[in-house]
C-alpha cells in the first residue's frame, strides 16, 4: 500500500468525524450573537458541507488508488 492510499482512508475517517461533532460544536456555534437567527442554517450547512466534501474526496481517493493497485 502506499501513501495516497492511507491518505484517502484518513480524508474518509476525517470526514465521519465531522459529522459526528457537529451537534457538539453547532450547540457552541449557538452562543455566538451572530449566529442567532438565521445564520445558525449557514453555519450548519457549512459544516455539512466539509464533511461531505471530506467523505467524497477520500473515496475519489481510495477508489483510484485501489484501481491503480489492481493493473
Known sequence: MNFQLYWGIMLF?????????IPAVIEKVKTIEQFSGGGIYFAYFCFYFIGVILIGGGIKKIVYQIRALKK
Open 13 to 21: 475517517i476525517a470526514g465521519i468525524g465531522v459529522f459526528y461533532r
